[in-house]
């Protein structure tokens, strides 16, 4: 042991203070005053100073008779010294410390902290991240290619008379997309109707062609509009409900289940979904239609004086049968993509909790996209159509 020496580090910090003394190769840390996260408490750089100033340190100590409290504030200090002495193969003594702070520094020690869990500061390339993402979507276009395979087949079982499915879970699947979905229905089509007719009318009006806002209501309506809202209130409603009540499936292991029975998911699950929506979405697309003219309607009769015969006949000269297929079909392709995109995120769900709640958002999410590309492609061949 040489001679004694004491050295200051740094002014006494407000609340707590921290010295060192050196005692040969020993640094002793004398810590009094308040040691609170809600004081200022002194960086463990101070220390880490004092031992790179002299490289010989083999040692740490403590004297804690001074200090008069102490919460997690201290621990963390103690914490970041002991990991910064145990990378300098430097020894901590903790026979210093309270009682009350060696008992959790052994509780906190007593489980090694897992290789790779901290993550501070790592970043990962730019290549690799465009790798990663890259390999994520290819992965994720053989998965969906092999769910439409499968769905395929079950279709084909069906027609065949094997596909393995309760006729009551059909009814039920309609119940839920039709009848359950009409009054949401209603109220967003007969909204988006009065809103078409009413920015119409602020254009129409200025030419005194207040008329041909019972063309613009119907055409737009019956031709994309029903069809569109109709297919974006399903996605929200009826594709999450899908992904949910299969994710939830997923996560409880009944579809493990299912196959361990020797029943097809894919038939007993996903095709009555599908087919529910399927024969559902064209007629919630002719009542959207419905209610949207009806909306036009309103506003026609009670904002621009018109007669509502009047109307009702600009309507029907205007709308013709190829309109109205076109807005059927798109709703029939509608109900196809949104069961789809619902039941493929759900028999993709992870087994958390947490992958729930994911599965329902991208399912919600796929349909809503794969209305709008759809409704484009749609758009493209009528037009080239001559429709």
Known sequence: MGAKTESTSGPPVPGA???????????????????????????VSRVEEEIKAVPSTVRVAFDTQGVLGW????????????????????????????????????????????????????RIPFLTRVG???????????ATLEFLGEMTVSFLRMFAGKARFRLPDLWLVMQECGVQALPIVSLISLLVGLILAFVGAIQLKLFGAQIYVADLVGIAMVRAMGAIMAGIIMAGRTGASFAAQIGTMQVNEEIDALKTAGIPPMDFLVLPRVLALTLMMPLLTLYADLMGILGGL??????????????????????????????????????????????????????????????????????IVSIIVATAIITVVCDILGL
């Open 132 to 142: 990663n993402s890259a390999i994520g979507l290819w992965r994720s276009t053989i």
């Open 17 to 43: 203070e921290l010295r060192a003394s050196r005692q040969g190769d020993s640094l002793v840390l004398i810590l009094s005053g308040d040691w609170k996260l809600s004081k200022a408490l002194p960086p």
């Open 298 to 367: 309103i506003v026609g009769v009670v904002g621009l004086d018109l007669g509502m015969m009047e109307y009702y006949n600009a309507t029907r000269e205007a709308v013709q049968l190829t309109t109205l297929g076109i807005g059927l079909f798109s709703g029939f392709t509608f109900g196809i993509l949104i069961a789809l995109a619902g039941c493929l995120r759900g028999m993709q769900c992870g087994r958390s909790a947490s992958a729930v709640g994911d599965a329902t958002r991208s399912a919600v999410v796929t349909g």
């Open 71 to 122: 919460d997690s504030g201290l621990l963390k200090f103690l914490t970041n010294l002991i990991v910064f002495c145990s990378l300098k193969k430097i020894t901590v003594e903790k026979e210093g410390l309270p009682p009350g702070v060696r008992r959790l520094l052994t509780l906190a020690s007593a489980v090694p902290e897992r290789k790779g869990a901290r993550r501070e500061g790592t």
